[in-house]
């Protein structure tokens, strides 16, 4: 089946990096949107992962949308996580001119994006905000992510800009998807990965998995031995790594979780 054209440099909104690559599945069925969110330590990074994502999850029945959003200093968290929100919006609202599933949705990230991601699953006000019904995202998958602000500042000092959390444990704790698991009425699926060459990530990826058991949350867990941090987002289509064939069978069960 030949691939549709990707629709590139989609505004959702008016600064220069409120923009959306949307890949659209080769079906003329409505595809299920899986949208990437970037890494970059939230003050860099693009949406340039969109085609090597399409290339893994399109043929499976995935729309695959690469955001870009604002960066700190230029904002902060709480407008990064704004632009998430608002770029999900944009899609789903437009999903008849998309050709999308307008009732369902995923979001992954890597890095700074994996905790974007997480943050959007666990704290439902951003999606609210928006005018999304938090029931409609119905995946989320983070790699390499950071859950707990406090745990990464205090275990990884100098790792993350001073500029993107601040000093106040306040700020700490509401940027901490761990913190607002307990506060959650939808419940969409997580999926955590991560590698095993940096205890950074390893620490992070478990002391979410343990917070999700505690709440009882459906998540599924995988650890990708001998990588790097970079080789999660170099190595995602590799089929000799467990990348992409743990996204595709996470997105199975997440959207068959939601009929």
């Known amino acids: 089946m030949t691939m549709p054209a990707a629709l590139l440099n989609l505004a959702y909104g008016p600064e220069q990096r409120q923009k959306v690559d949307l890949f659209p599945a080769a079906s003329a069925v409505p595809g299920k949107l899986v949208m990437h969110v970037h890494g970059g330590g939230w003050t860099s990074g693009g949406r340039g992962a969109g ?21 700190v200093p230029h904002t902060d968290v709480a407008g990064i996580m704004q632009d998430v929100a608002r770029a999900a919006a944009f899609l789903m609202h437009g999903a008849t001119r998309f050709n999308l599933d307008p009732d369902r949705f995923a979001v992954q990230g890597h890095s700074a994006g994996g905790h ?57 704790a509401r940027y901490s998807p761990v913190h607002h698991l307990r506060d959650m009425q939808a419940h969409p699926r997580f999926g955590i990965l991560h590698e095993d060459t940096r205890r950074r990530f390893a620490v992070q990826g478990e002391l979410f998995a343990a917070a999700l058991r505690a709440q009882g949350e459906a998540f599924d867990l995988c650890v990708a031995p001998g990588l790097s941090h970079v080789d999660l987002m170099r190595l995602y289509g590799d089929s000799d790594y467990p990348i992409g064939a743990f996204a595709l069978e996470f997105y199975a069960k997440a959207f068959a979780g939601k009929q």
């Open 116 to 172: 974007l991601a997480a943050l959007l699953g666990a704290d439902q006000t951003y999606l609210r905000g928006i005018g999304l019904d938090p029931a409609g995202l119905v995946g989320v998958l983070a790699m390499d992510g950071i859950f707990d602000v406090a745990v990464d500042l205090t275990q990884s000092p100098g790792k993350v800009d001073e500029r993107v959390f601040g000093t106040d444990a306040a700020d700490w």
């Open 51 to 71: 085609q090597k994502l399409a290339r893994v999850l399109n043929p499976a029945g995935y729309a695959v949308a690469a955001m870009s959003y604002r960066l």
